[in-house]
């Protein structure tokens, strides 16, 4: 599997933007950027993902370097709500393979 | 639209006793399946995956068995559990062809006492 290397902890203040850097030096052309988030005491929610070009979506936008080698998560202005542990990982274009998570970025947002 | 239930949401059992953790999914067909385990501030393990009914795959040696009875449902099972077994089981799908999200159910926390 193609690793993932996120930082395992980040603070940030609320109503703030937040930058979640991840790096993904092996990653191969058919290679999908996957971020999912965990709450407190749940399973993981997915937030975006992207190939090549920038996302965007009504959680979060996804900028991905243009040799793919590393993307950033971004939150546009953090909430408490958006405490959580975010996960990077990747996942091959046709889906079906296993699902390995790394150790996430555990953010803590001030109040 | 797709759903997945898990249960029981929480579950205390004593060492050496046997465990059946179910897993469903409605709405989908051929999805993967996956059992993973997190233990207390630690992260995801991935225990195991399934791409197909009687297509298994462990990922961690351990004394914990998958099967796959029926192409939706997805069943964790021990036959003597052991204290390192606690933990948060999360069971998980994922669509079989195509790139999307994965989606996971509410988790079993689990207590080996």
């Given at each position: 599997d193609a690793k993932t290397t996120q930082p395992n902890s980040m603070e940030s203040n609320e109503e703030e933007p937040v930058h979640l850097p991840c790096n993904h030096?092996?990653?191969?052309?058919t290679d999908y950027i996957h971020w999912y988030r965990q709450l407190p005491s749940q399973g993981p929610e997915y937030v975006i993902h992207g190939l090549t070009s920038n996302v965007n979506n009504r959680m979060a936008s996804l900028a991905i370097a243009e040799d793919r080698k590393s993307s950033t998560l971004i939150l546009h202005r953090a909430t408490l709500r958006d405490a959580a542990v975010y996960y990077c990982i990747l996942r091959d274009n046709f889906g079906n393979e296993k699902l390995t998570f790394g150790t996430g970025t555990r953010l803590t947002i001030i109040p | 639209s797709q759903t997945i239930h898990q249960w029981p949401a929480t579950l205390v059992q004593p060492v050496g006793s046997p465990l059946s953790l179910e897993c469903t999914v409605e709405g989908t067909s051929n999805p993967n399946l996956y059992w993973y385990r997190q233990a207390a501030g630690r992260g995801l393990q991935l225990l195991f995956y399934s791409i197909?009914?009687?297509q298994i795959s462990s990922e961690v040696p351990q004394n914990l068995s998958a099967s796959?009875?029926?192409?939706r449902q997805f069943i964790l099972s021990s036959k003597k559990l052991l204290l390192s077994d606690s933990g948060f089981y999360l069971c998980a799908w994922s669509d079989t062809f195509r790139n999307t999200e994965a989606f996971f159910g509410q988790g079993t926390r689990l207590t080996v006492v």
């Open positions: 030096s092996t990653i191969s052309g | 197909g009914i009687d796959r009875p029926q192409d």
